[in-house]
């Protein structure tokens, strides 16, 4: 098993109940990546539906989580020929930290045509973009990233106000991404609004959703995650990611709280 499949494993508990564990080496400061929290919630649901490929999924963070067993409740909403849906709570320590709906399907069953008024930006490949160092957060111990653009801020600390990061994104232990793993990619580079203001001690995340198209290829995925509005300190983020193939394979957004130090 990789590293990433280690740190999202579930097991059953009961007839509806599976239970995770929140390990070290995917932490943002003391507390666990959202995308690596949706992911383990994405693996339960997966056991506990007929249709094992999330092809939507929305979670709700109502808490921090911390190290340590989180428990997983699943209610199957509906299972049809095509998508299974699903609500899952995650518990942990008798609190509500997250809330999760989510759509299932057989994506590798989907036919039909492809399409899209985007193109997929052009960037600096994978292997001449060193990946960002450590810096004290920890998810780096699991996740490479290399940002080949907006990356100037974690070098030099000059912000290019483009509310965008380009880059690419790869699991450090060398092992290939798959859809679940997508779940987590799409909470994995920095706020775009770090590009804007500087690199912001913390930027929680209220709300994401990620609906994902496709298995990735083997190799690094390209991502583009961007913002454009900031309201009274509530952001989105717009996330594209694809594989190594140039195949759009997940898009994401979500809603942050940012917290700007007045000087």
Known sequence: MSKFEQATAVVKTGEN????????????????????????????????????????????????????????????LRVGG?????????????DLKAYVTACYSDLGRLQGESWSSVERPVITPVSEVPATGGHGIELRESVDQHYASGGEVFRRGDPDGSGCFNGWLKLRDGSD??????????DCMAPPVFTVYG???WVPTLELSVQLRAAPA??????????????????EEDGEIWDSTGKLVALSRQTSKVRVQKS
């Open 177 to 186: 991404p798959d859809l679940l793993s997508l779940l987590l990619f799409a």
């Open 218 to 235: 083997p190799g690094p995925v390209q991502t583009r995650f961007r913002s454009r509005y900031m309201t009274d300190g509530i952001v």
């Open 82 to 94: 095509s998508t299974s849906h699903a609500a899952l709570s995650m518990h942990q320590q008798g």
């Open 17 to 76: 109940s599976w239970r995770g564990e929140l390990l070290p080496g995917w932490r943002i400061g003391q507390v666990p990546n959202g995308g690596y929290v949706l992911a383990i919630a994405g693996r339960a649901l997966a056991e506990a539906l007929p249709h094992s490929d999330p092809l939507s999924v929305h979670i709700i963070y109502t808490a921090p989580t911390v190290l340590g067993p989180v428990d997983c409740t699943v209610d199957v």
């Open 199 to 201: 690199a912001l001690h």
